[in-house]
Structure formats: structure tokens, C-alpha cells
């Protein structure tokens, strides 16, 4: 079959009932089912209805993934581990300051770009290079490079999410002015939209001018939590000063959410935006053992205090990121200099074990690595 292909005309396997076929089909791993699609129209037919890509994605999300992108020179490389294996590793040792090492293949799933990638959305990514924006499906190894937009302007910022209502995937981008590093921001325009239709939609494929009623300078990485964008930004108008600005990728409105008195996010400070239990949260970074994250849950800030154990013997007096919390509960936290590293810190609150677990095939591989939380594998074909 690797040798041809072409999509066969009939198969022995057309005979089997259709339900079956999917079903079988939706226990592969998403890397085998884009394979697949050679066996036969029929199967072809099957992988790329919706009714599959909903039925693999409900399975995919009971078993979310960790996906590790990785530079090397100018190519751009993807792995997924489960949740399940990263807790079996880091659990195979009873010591609070354990080493576990998990094997990475750098395979086929890459393409040649500079390294800006936003967080995955429902198994699909967006990256950017210079003008150029590219929605990618690491699980399949597809890319697909967007139509130009519609500006003259270098300085672009560019946000990815999902609406569940109309089951569309969206990227928002918008362009500011170039200035001195020693001027104040100025506000953000040209604020665009382009659409990806779900898996039976077919939509005109160009960007789409919207209009933004909240003036402000996007300053770090979006999260999309429950249909909505979070970034952190900065205000020159009476809301001056760091805020969060959330965008309804349903409604594609722009609105603002405070901080909490006294906390500041920016691009390459202490603290950024991560996904705690579906819910927005504020993490800091630390050269010692006590984190603080910031909650919101139903407009109102909490602050949970996490004190890591053990945690200078594991990671010696590099700054951490806390990246948020897996579905199991457990904090994970990556180095802040990761270019050189090839570990994750793994930390279980209620029994207080933090655990270091070591990557194998990362180290001397790649120039620089990234972890996404919160990852799942889904067969959509771009």
C-alpha cells in the first residue's frame, strides 16, 4: 500500500458495516488513521466525515496529551506523550526527587519556520513567521499556509481559537505600529479574522476585517479556554496600565478583564497566561520553590499559593515556568532556558511529590524545546 498511493476502487473491507469500520478506526492512533485514507474511497469517506472527527475527538479529549515542539536548525518538530505515560514515568520511582526518561522520535511532523507557535487548539496549531501565518495538525503532519493579510505591516500579532457553536476554528491577527523600544505601546489596528470551517464546512478562505472597540496593545501569548481568547495587552486609554483582553471567538467582540490590584503581565516577565482546570489562570515564575497562580472563575481573582518540595535538588537555580495543571491535578513546570533542557518537573499537591522527569532524544537534538499542556490528537485533514 506504501508503494501505491492511489485510493483503491473496492476493498474486501467496503463489506464490513460502515459502524464498525469507525469504530475500529477511532482506537488508532491519529498518525496511523491519515494512512489510512488510501485503503479505499470508502475508508477515506469515513475518516474525513464529521461524524468520525467528532467521535475521534470525544475519545481524544478523555486522553489529553503533552506535545513537545522542538527547533532544530530551520525545521520545526512535534511529539505528543499521553498524560497517562508522563504520571506512569514520574510514579515509577517512590523518591520525592525521582528521574524518569522517556524516549522522543523526531519524525516526519515539521515544517520549515521560525519558532512562534501559539498553544494547540482542539489538535491543531497556529504559527507564525515574519507575514506568513500557518494552521498545522501535528497528528497528521498537514500544514496549510493562509492567504496574506491584508496589510503593508511587519509588527503583526496573531491569536488561535475554537467556537464550539458553529465548530469553527478561527485565527485573529491585528498590526501595530513600529516604535522606538522607548516610546509607550500604541494601540493595536487592522484587527482581521480568517475562518476555518469544520469538517464538512466549506467557507470562502480570506481574512475578514472586524472591528475592535477596546484600544490596546496585545503583550503576550493567547490561551483558548471554553471559546474564548485571553491575552495579556497593554491600555494607553482610561484603563491604562497591563490588563487581559478576552476575545468571544463566537461573537468576535473584544472585552476587558482587571487584575488583580497590584499584578502586571507582560511578554517575557515573570508570569503568563496557562489553562488551570478550564479556567484562566495567572502563573508567576520562580527561582524558588513557591508559586503563586492567580485563578478567575466567574470574573473573580483567587490566589493559590503552590510550595514545591524539594525543588532546588531537582532543577539546581534555573527560573521555572509553572505551565498549569493536567487533567490528573498535577502541576507541570519546564525551565525557563530550555533550550538546553530535556525535562519536566511533575508535581502531585496532594500527596506534596514533586518528581523530575527527563525527556531522552531531546538533549543535543534541537536548539529549542516548547511543552503545550492540554494537547489531543485529532485526524482533521486541512
Not at 47 to 74: A, E, H, N, W
Not at 348 to 359: C, P
Request: net charge positive.
Amino acid at each position: 500500500m506504501e508503494n501505491n498511493p492511489q485510493i483503491r476502487e473496492n476493498d474486501s473491507s467496503d463489506y464490513l458495516p460502515q459502524e464498525l469500520i469507525a469504530q475500529i478506526l477511532v482506537n488508532l492512533p491519529s498518525k496511523s488513521v491519515a494512512k489510512l485514507i488510501v485503503v479505499s474511497k470508502l475508508w477515506s469517506s469515513i475518516i474525513r466525515s464529521k461524524s468520525f472527527i467528532d467521535l475521534y475527538l470525544t475519545r481524544s479529549l478523555t486522553r489529553p496529551c503533552l506535545l513537545f515542539s522542538l527547533l532544530r536548525g530551520k525545521i520545526l518538530f512535534f511529539h505528543s506523550i499521553s498524560e497517562k505515560a508522563i504520571l506512569e514515568e514520574a510514579a515509577a520511582s517512590s523518591y520525592t526527587s525521582s528521574t524518569s526518561r522517556i524516549p522522543l522520535s523526531l519524525d516526519r511532523r515539521s515544517f520549515p519556520l521560525s519558532y512562534n507557535v501559539c498553544p494547540p487548539v482542539r489538535g491543531l496549531i497556529c504559527c507564525q513567521d515574519l507575514d506568513k501565518v500557518v494552521i498545522s495538525n501535528p497528528s497528521t503532519g498537514q500544514f496549510l499556509l493562509l492567504p496574506k493579510l491584508n496589510t503593508k505591516r511587519r509588527r503583526i500579532s496573531r491569536f488561535f481559537g475554537y467556537d464550539p457553536i458553529e465548530d469553527e476554528y478561527k485565527v485573529l491577527c491585528m498590526t501595530v505600529l513600529q516604535v522606538p523600544s522607548n516610546s509607550e505601546p500604541v494601540v493595536s489596528e487592522e484587527h482581521q479574522v480568517f475562518t476555518l470551517g469544520g469538517a464538512e464546512k466549506k467557507k470562502e478562505a480570506a481574512w475578514r476585517m472586524i472591528t475592535c472597540k477596546v484600544p490596546h496593545c496585545p503583550a503576550t501569548q493567547g490561551i483558548c479556554i471554553d471559546g474564548v481568547v485571553y491575552y495579556g495587552a497593554w491600555s494607553n486609554s482610561k484603563h491604562k496600565g497591563s490588563l487581559i483582553v478576552a476575545f468571544d471567538v463566537i461573537s468576535e467582540e473584544f472585552t476587558l478583564v482587571k487584575l488583580p490590584s497590584g499584578v502586571e503581565v507582560y511578554y517575557d516577565r515573570d508570569s503568563e497566561l496557562v489553562n488551570y482546570q478550564r479556567k484562566l489562570a495567572l502563573a508567576n515564575h520562580s527561582y524558588r520553590e513557591k508559586f503563586e497562580l492567580w485563578v478567575l472563575d466567574k470574573q473573580e481573582w483567587s490566589k493559590i499559593s503552590v510550595m514545591v518540595p524539594s525543588l532546588k535538588d531537582l532543577v539546581g537555580k534555573d527560573l521555572f515556568y509553572l505551565r498549569g495543571a493536567i487533567s490528573s491535578g498535577e502541576f507541570i513546570f519546564t525551565p525557563l532556558h530550555s533550550d538546553w533542557s530535556s525535562f519536566i518537573i511533575s508535581y502531585d499537591r496532594k500527596e506534596e511529590i514533586a518528581r523530575r522527569v527527563e525527556l531522552k532524544g531531546i538533549k543535543d537534538r534541537s536548539s529549542y524545546t516548547r511543552v503545550f499542556l492540554n494537547h489531543v490528537e485529532c485526524p482533521i485533514f486541512l
